[in-house]
């Protein structure tokens, strides 16, 4: 039965249309709230200690390089407590890094990016899944800022239409992108085309840029079936590796490239699914999850049959599965994981994610683990969270850097 209390409001696409409206005004005058004075988010500083683990050396020789004036200088506070930016830890790596033999073990300790001469390809992982719910999103963000933590020079590109990804890394799309400015610019098929490097934006994270994402996507799924049926379709680029294409005018300036896949197998899957040199396939431990995961990997297998028979090129260097939202004292979830273990084997991540409130309550503010500071939860919430998500991490990290053949 019809609402009949909704008579003689607003049409529904005009009453959806508002509602838009104002919820986007009402995020912008949070982002104004949260992120002053600029509006735009901002890296926290890391204490002497976290800057030293990360860089990896020990804090006391952290300290001798301040005092003797070496590399970039750090922030000190009345208290005597050094401070250092992203920007400064990349620097300190660099500078560490000169004092050694170019390539030798004891620079790339410091200075970890890519090889090109030796053979290393810029790594690609796509990070998908055909469910909702499953935290590809959020396992791809953290991803992109583990690595651009860690100092490898990381690209973020957001395929999703719904632009959660782009949100996260500081980016709000109805506000802050203008038109051609998502990787549908680079992968048009009309004189719009524009070029991959002019649509990469950097983020507060140093060594980590975005190609973010919004509504503009979708066009490329509309787009593509009439290029396909129209005289030209048997001409340029084929729609599968469009975006193989886009990435490889910039791969020279990175190491790692994120791609966070939308939840549906469309062309941008497709396209995505060609252009990764890896795949990550998020999985929440619920038996619905696990059946809709089956369907997605039938679907999956007949579409890349159909494109790698048309000419695109399909080896992975790895192929994982990641749980996620996982409740190891929660039965019939330790069950399911059990099952995939089972029947995946090692394709199966050996650490899960944990469902965690600091997750959840970081993403209330579109921040990830890695920017809200411990003190912000308590230390147990965010001790058990950060040592599940730097186990996950550190996992994919060893397989990118295995394929790179690079010695454990």
């Not at 992968?187 to 140093?206: A, K, L, N, Q, W």
């Not at 790692?256 to 990764?276: E, K, M, R, W, Y």
Request: with cysteine; proline share 5%; charged share 20%.
């Amino acid at each position: 039965m019809r609402d009949k209390t909704a008579r003689g409001t607003l049409p529904a696409d005009e009453q959806i249309a508002e509602d838009a409206r104002l919820l986007s005004s009402q995020l912008s005058a949070m982002r104004q709230r949260l992120f002053p004075p600029s509006a735009f988010k901002t890296l926290r500083s890391f204490t002497s200690g976290e800057a030293a683990k990360l860089i990896g050396v020990s804090d006391g020789y952290l300290r001798q390089l301040s005092i003797s004036g070496e590399g970039p200088q750090p922030e000190i506070n009345a208290a005597g407590r050094r401070s250092y930016t992203l920007a400064d830890i990349n620097a300190l790596r660099r500078h560490l890094a000169a004092q050694h033999e170019p390539g030798s073990p004891k620079a790339r300790q410091y200075l970890k990016w890519r090889d090109e001469a030796a053979g290393e390809h810029l790594q690609v992982i796509a990070v998908t899944n055909f469910k909702g719910g499953s935290g590809k999103t959020t396992t791809a963000a953290h991803l992109g800022q583990h690595f651009a933590l860690k100092g490898y020079r990381t690209l973020a590109i957001d395929l999703d239409p719904q632009a959660s990804f782009s949100a996260l890394l500081g980016y709000q799309p109805e506000l802050d992108l203008t038109g051609n400015d998502t990787l549908y610019g680079a992968i048009r098929y009309d004189e719009r085309r524009v070029p991959m490097g002019s649509i990469i934006r950097p983020t507060y994270f140093d060594g980590l840029d975005l190609v973010p994402g919004n509504l503009e996507l979708q066009e490329f799924e509309h787009a593509t079936p009439r290029h396909l049926a129209g005289a030209e379709g048997t001409e340029g680029t084929p729609f599968f590796a469009r975006v193989q294409e886009a990435i490889a005018e910039v791969a020279e300036r990175y190491d790692v490239v994120v791609l966070d896949c939308p939840p549906q197998l469309g062309f941008l899957t497709l396209g995505a699914l060609c252009a990764a040199t890896s795949v990550l396939v998020t999985v929440h431990p619920q038996m619905l999850d696990v059946a809709s995961m089956s369907q997605f990997l039938f679907m999956t297998s007949d579409l890349l049959s159909v494109v790698r028979e048309a000419g695109a090129t399909l080896n992975f260097d790895f192929l994982r599965y990641l749980v996620t939202r996982y409740e190891p004292h929660d039965g019939p979830q330790a069950q399911i994981a059990g099952f995939l273990r089972a029947q995946f084997g090692t394709r199966v991540l050996t650490n899960p994610m944990l469902k965690s409130t600091a997750v959840s309550d970081a993403g209330l503010t579109k921040q990830t683990l890695y920017e809200v500071g411990r003190e912000n939860f308590s230390r147990l919430t965010y001790d058990r969270a950060m040592e599940a998500l730097t186990a996950v991490n550190d996992e994919i990290e060893a397989l990118v850097t295995q394929a790179w053949g690079r010695a454990a």
